[in-house]
């Protein structure tokens, strides 16, 4: 199975700043990765998908990049909505394995 | 276009379950679809897999041999058999739309907002 390890666990950041998240495969996923968003208590949302293509109605703010086994999430200007936690995921082959997820705390 | 979860609630250990995923305002019988699920405070964790037809199916490993996940015209399944306390989680459905005619990379574009199964001892 692809392990998917996401770095840092959690952070803390204020509105208007700006928020990389990591996240690497253990081995060559190309860019077959997703990024998604979920808010405390409601369903995941997609992000970015196949790496770096930002999926329809989603923010400018968000941006993805990387491909083989490093990949990023940038989100520009953090906005009140975005405290919320973000997982990887790879889509590369069976089983589909998500990274551990990144809780983004309000400092 | 939306999905919609049923059939989570209150089940003894050993016990079943079927969980349902209505879907509306897309074609259906063109998409994957998928199962992830969620246990308490944690990640989340893929479940299942179904082609448009039904002819394919993936499980991971946890839930190999317990889970089967099926599909009709309208709406996704997921029978549960044989449950644990690992199992107790929400149980979220979401559509597969595939990127690149080459890569055929599939990305999880819908969600429905989950149904949690409590597994008791």
């Known amino acids: 199975d692809i392990q998917m390890t996401q770095s840092p666990s959690s952070l803390s950041a204020s509105v208007g700043d700006r928020v990389t998240i990591t996240c690497r495969a253990s081995q060559s996923i190309s860019t077959f990765l997703n990024w998604y968003r979920q808010r405390a208590g409601k369903a995941p949302q997609l992000l970015i998908y196949a790496a770096s293509n930002l999926h329809s109605g989603v923010p400018s703010r968000f941006s993805g990049s990387g491909s083989g086994t490093a990949f990023t999430l940038t989100i520009s200007s953090l906005q009140p909505e975005d405290f919320a936690t973000y997982y990887c995921q790879q889509s590369y082959n069976m089983p589909r394995t998500f990274g551990q997820g990144t809780k983004v705390e309000i400092e | 276009v939306q999905l919609a979860e049923s059939g989570g609630g209150l089940v003894q250990s050993g016990g079943s379950l079927r969980l349902s995923c209505a879907a509306s305002g897309f074609t259906f019988r063109s998409y994957w679809m998928t199962w992830v699920r969620q246990a308490p405070g944690k990640g989340l964790e893929w479940v299942a897999n179904i082609k448009q037809d039904g002819t394919e199916k993936y499980y991971a490993d946890s839930v190999k041999g317990r889970f089967t996940i099926s599909r009709d015209s309208a709406t996704l399944f997921l029978q549960i058999n044989s449950l644990g306390a690992e199992d107790t989680a929400v149980y979220y459905c979401?559509?597969?739309?595939?990127?690149?005619?080459?890569?055929?990379?599939?990305?999880?574009?819908?969600w429905g907002q989950g149904t949690t199964v409590t597994v008791s001892s």
């Open positions: 979401a559509r597969i739309a595939i990127f690149g005619v080459i890569e055929g990379m599939h990305i999880m574009d819908v």
